[in-house]
């Protein structure tokens, strides 16, 4: 006989979309808040009551779409991808690029134009600076007290300071160009070596795991040093990193019925599974750590110091525990490569789904680099602006992050004439922004052309500078990793169409690359992308 709390278990982890969570919210949810509720009936108003009322009014003032249940709210209106159920709601009930939603317990305001995004993100960004309460982020990232999830305060100002300051530098970025360069240069490199062999073969190579497997090689030697790999370490990394993006993304039924993690024994169900995972992130942080620890002074190099390297030494000037540096190291992993991986394996999809582009792309990539030449090398790619055009629009219609990681308000602030209460979780839809047909041409059309000289995006860049086009989010709160993941990124796509031709397989003659997404704290394509390299005779 099955235990019910296993089986229990087993449903709130299977229960990761708003379809399939629904029944589960149900049973148990319901019953308990009936009972809230007469008791809410016999009370007398308190203080908290009229707040509380005089918040809903404020919030009742805000658009949002009228098919509400109970319970659960706009949850069901909310489909498998997201990013573009919320864009057509938000066409269709939204006003001023604002739309509330209330998904379970949880009021969300939903930001879809370019105006609003820079009212929230820009304008009042010191009020939305703050990140909503997860008790996922606070078990796999310790607290949470990583860059990317800690809440606003002196803590996260700190490690921001780190990351800019130590970590994240362009002179740091660039003393791991020789790493980049070995991956993709050198007859050693696993990636390279299985498109060589594929390549002599005639055979159909897994560009998907090809490219996660480089992407995590290049973070690996950033955090931990050349010799990761050969520990062993990169694979169960990879799989942590998988893990934790299965964790954060899709729906977590304790984000928005945060009731549940105040009933102990559901708490400890929902969370068991990240706890575990922390477990095993810990095991392995930890003797990373150790061992950089254990180094002579005669072995550390201010050049070649890995990320481990830099954190232990402004250790003590930061007041760092052991958990802060582990958070950082975490965040690096899992932000860099599931950002840079994403990002290229979409460039060779869209590049095969064009392939006048993608041969426009490989005739300045071999008239600028000297035929014959072992690799394309970093400083060949400021030649290269028809490659960086294409790594842009890539970036605009496939970001790895179509929404934003969600901000709070941290105080009540006036947005296009709506009063936003404080403690309200914020979604900025940047898919949205970069796919609006009234401000971009062909909007849903791969056209790397508009980011060239005279283009009509030509002006743009990564820096969240216009707020049409945030594929690492702006302000306060923007990624400050962007400078290594578009280094990584140009690097591999060079030496990519400088080497090889592409071709897809005979089964996918016909049908041609399945483009279907699977969204979670990232979006991916659902199925593997299998190419067919081919050395070029010309």
Known sequence: MVHPLHALHELLLQARSPHAALGLVFVLLVCPLLVLLVVRRLATPSTAAVTTRAREELLSRLPSPSKRLPVIGHLHLVGSLPHISLRDLAAKHGRDGLMLLRLGAVPTLVVSSPSAAEAVLRTHDHVFASRPYSPVTEILFYGPSDVAFCPYGEHWRQVKKIATTHLLTNKKVRSYRHAREHEVGNHASISFSKIRDGASKCTTIDMSGLLNAFTNDIVC?????????????????????????????????EDYFPMLVKLDIIKRIVCAKAQQVNKMWDNLLNNIINEHASKSAAEHNSEDNDFTDVLLSIQQEYKLTGDHIKAQLEIMFEAGTDTTFIVLEYAMVQLMQNPHLMKKLQAEVRSTIPKGKEMVTEDDLNSLA???????????????????????????????????????RVIVNSWALARDPSSWEHADEFMPERFMECGSAAAMDYKGNDFLYLPFGTGRRICPGINFA????????????????????????????????????????????????????D
Not at 239 to 252: D, H, I, Q, R, T
Not at 493 to 519: C, Q, R, S
């Open 386 to 424: 028809y490659l960086k055009a294409v790594i842009k629009e890539t970036l605009r219609l496939h970001m790895p992050g179509p929404l934003l990681v969600p901000h709070l308000s941290m105080a009540d602030c006036n947005i296009k004439g709506y009063m936003i209460p404080s403690g309200i």
């Open 486 to 537: 578009i280094a990584t990124i140009e690097i591999m796509l060079a030496n990519l169409m400088y080497h090889f031709n592409w071709k897809l397989p005979m089964e996918l003659m016909e049908g041609g690359i399945d483009m279907t997404e699977v969204f979670g704290m990232t979006v991916h394509r659902k199925e593997k992308l299998l190419l067919v390299p081919v050395v070029p005779h």
């Open 221 to 253: 030697h950033a955090v931990s040093g050349k010799l990761f790999r050969e520990q062993g370490h990169n694979k169960l990394f990879r799989e942590l990193v998988e893990a934790n993006s299965f964790l954060l993304g899709g729906f977590n039924l």
